[in-house]
């Protein structure tokens, strides 16, 4: 059987501390879980036992090492501009929120912003998205060529009809220290973690009856929360549920430039590439077309990928990229929602106990504060009481109604 990261190789041992029926079991510890995690047992009105399973600890493989650590508020659908807003503003005090003895983490929050570029042919998505973004307070502005130039000179226009800069809120942050912090402070509130991996979930009568572990253990839980990533999809069947979440393979590279490029900002070219700065590197990337972008769930690097696809483009929009070299390589997973590239939240409406916090399609960095409240608000209190997501809810699968976001790199 392939390494996976709901079933995995079972641990020698299992902790013994744990109850058969933990009041929630979150299943998945990266992130999002990890957020979920913290925001229950910080809530006064949650007295339960949470229980993380997680089948690597030490997140070897797991995405959100691997991501480039982005937020930003531009997109299209006003729930993640919410989100993000609201991610922006529990980062920018994390040491604080998730100190524990007084020592908290410095999650290394850059608001350099994001510039979104656009060709004529994109104008008017790039406007009516901006309008959309303004009206939900998103601190961004409209860039005329000659203002893009001006601002930023070394940043060839050619092709660009208009660009749309974050101002603040936006920007990047170190993913491993912010996945840390959640998962620490969380412990240091009283959840339990189990290194295992879920392997079968029995539902009787409309509810999660049993949680099976790899390790041999069955659990009862009150609430079953999917948190894991891009082998939600593999889980959700597990329930008997078919879940439009699958993994794809995302590359980085991390190359050196000589020159400098004052003021870059995290910049998405109308081509899907991206770059932004990273102490004296660059990261970059650039999603494959859909047609070559099947279900995967290795971690290979294609060198051929940065010289036939990404360094044309990035040479043709930065000038000084045309002299580069490649410093280090990754791969991660994005779990992609295919239905409409927006997170699916909350309840299922014919499960009532089990939750989904899964396909958020490269965007679950930015959002885990925002979901990790989200998800205590709807488990404890019964509804979402900070930001209303209901329209990210299963429903809209099963009804074939979709939320798109128009803007997923």
């Known amino acids: 059987m392939p390494e996976s990261a709901l079933v995995n190789r079972p641990p020698t041992h299992a902790a013994t501390h744990i109850s058969g029926t933990p009041e929630v079991l979150i299943a998945g510890g990266g992130v999002i879980g990890s957020a979920i995690?913290?925001?229950?047992?910080?809530?006064?009105?949650?007295?339960?036992?949470?229980?993380?399973?997680?089948?690597?600890?030490?997140?070897?493989?797991?995405?959100?090492?691997?991501?480039?650590?982005?937020?930003?508020?531009?997109?299209s659908t006003p729930e993640n501009i919410h989100m993000s807003a609201f991610g922006?503003?529990?980062?920018?005090?994390?040491?604080?929120?998730?100190?524990?003895?007084?020592?908290?983490?410095?999650?290394?929050?850059?608001?350099?912003?994001?510039?979104?570029?656009?060709?004529?042919?994109?104008?008017?998505?790039?406007?009516?998205?901006?309008?959309?973004q303004r009206a939900c307070g998103?601190?961004?502005?409209?860039?005329?060529?000659q203002q893009l130039a001006e601002r930023f000179p070394w940043l060839a226009?050619?092709?660009?009809?208009?660009?749309?800069?974050?101002?603040?809120?936006?920007?990047?942050?170190?993913?491993h220290a912010l996945l840390h912090g959640f998962r620490r402070k969380a412990r240091s509130l009283g959840v339990q973690h189990l290194h295992d991996a879920v392997s079968g979930i029995t539902v009787h009568a409309g509810r999660i009856d049993a949680v099976r572990l790899a390790a041999g253990r069955t659990l009862h839980p009150g609430v079953l929360v999917n948190a894991a990533g891009a082998r939600a999809r593999e889980l959700a069947a597990m329930a008997g549920v078919d879940l439009p979440v699958h993994p794809?393979?995302?590359?980085?590279?991390?190359?050196?430039?000589?020159?400098?490029?004052?003021?870059?900002?995290?910049?998405?070219?109308?081509?899907?590439?991206?770059?932004?700065?990273?102490?004296?590197?660059?990261?970059?990337?650039?999603?494959?077309?859909?047609?070559?972008?099947?279900?995967?769930l290795d971690l290979h690097v294609d060198a051929d990928w940065f010289e036939q696809r990404l360094w044309p483009g990035l040479a043709?929009?930065?000038?000084?990229?045309?002299?580069?070299?490649?410093?280090?390589?990754?791969?991660?997973?994005?779990?992609?929602?295919?239905?409409?590239?927006?997170?699916?939240?909350?309840?299922?409406?014919?499960?009532?106990?089990l939750h989904f916090a899964n396909g958020f399609s490269g965007h679950g960095l930015q959002h885990s504060p925002a979901v990790g409240r989200a998800l205590a608000e709807h488990i404890v209190h019964g509804g979402y009481r900070s930001i209303d997501l209901t329209r990210l809810g299963f429903e809209r699968i099963a009804a074939r109604e979709p939320v798109l976001e128009r803007n997923v790199v």
């Open 157 to 175: 226009t050619d092709g660009i009809a208009a660009g749309c800069l974050g101002q603040s809120g936006e920007g990047w942050l170190d993913p």
């Open 88 to 132: 922006a503003s529990f980062l920018r005090a994390a040491g604080q929120h998730l100190a524990v003895d007084g020592d908290g983490p410095d999650v290394a929050l850059r608001e350099h912003g994001y510039l979104f570029l656009a060709s004529s042919g994109g104008h008017a998505v790039l406007a009516d998205n901006h309008r959309v």
């Open 37 to 75: 995690a913290y925001f229950l047992a910080s809530d006064p009105g949650f007295a339960g036992q949470v229980v993380v399973v997680e089948p690597d600890p030490g997140y070897q493989r797991a995405s959100t090492p691997r991501s480039v650590g982005g937020i930003r508020q531009q997109f």
């Open 316 to 353: 043709a929009r930065v000038p000084a990229f045309e002299a580069v070299k490649v410093r280090n390589a990754w791969a991660g997973h994005y779990a992609m929602n295919t239905f409409d590239a927006n997170a699916i939240l909350g309840p299922h409406p014919e499960i009532a106990n």
């Open 248 to 296: 794809r393979r995302r590359q980085v590279f991390a190359i050196e430039c000589r020159a400098a490029l004052p003021g870059c900002p995290l910049v998405i070219d109308p081509s899907g590439l991206y770059f932004r700065p990273e102490g004296t590197l660059f990261l970059c990337g650039i999603s494959p077309p859909v047609h070559e972008d099947p279900d995967c």
């Open 138 to 145: 998103a601190d961004n502005v409209l860039l005329t060529p």
